[in-house]
């Protein structure tokens, strides 16, 4: 069992970059593969990128601006994001799962609180 918890959201002007943490205190969340997703206001939950044993996965939507990487000496997953838009506006999730086919899923097994990105035209 691990409990991710997510931090580096913010308020920034379109064309700014942020990046966000997904950090964990259990050592076995190296091993587990880590999703970030996004859901604005009104809108489903979306997937944005993912890092696992699989490799990595980017939404069409964010692909060639965010890039997701682990460091497994912190425990810490990140979310670079550059070329920000206001499309971006939504609260960020990380979910983390054993399976690396079903941590890609709203059915993740472990879930952060979120934390507020949003992004100023």
């Known amino acids: 069992q691990v409990q991710p918890v997510e931090s580096g959201g913010g308020l920034v002007q379109a064309g700014d970059s942020l990046t966000l943490s997904c950090a964990a205190a259990?050592?076995?969340?190296?091993?587990?593969?880590v999703t970030w997703f996004r859901q604005a206001p009104g809108k489903e939950r979306e997937f944005v990128a993912t890092?696992?044993?699989?490799?990595?996965t980017y939404s069409d939507s964010v692909k060639g601006r965010f890039t997701i990487s682990r460091d497994d000496d912190t425990n810490t997953v990140h979310l670079q994001m550059n070329s920000l838009k206001p499309e971006d506006t939504a609260v960020y999730y990380c979910?983390?799962?054993?399976?690396?086919?079903?941590?890609?899923?709203?059915?993740?097994?472990?879930w952060g609180q979120g934390t507020q990105v949003t992004v100023s035209s």
């Open positions: 979910a983390a799962d054993l399976s690396a086919s079903q941590a890609q899923t709203l059915e993740a097994d472990y």
């Open positions: 259990e050592r076995m969340f190296r091993s587990y593969t």
């Open positions: 890092i696992g044993w699989r490799g990595i």
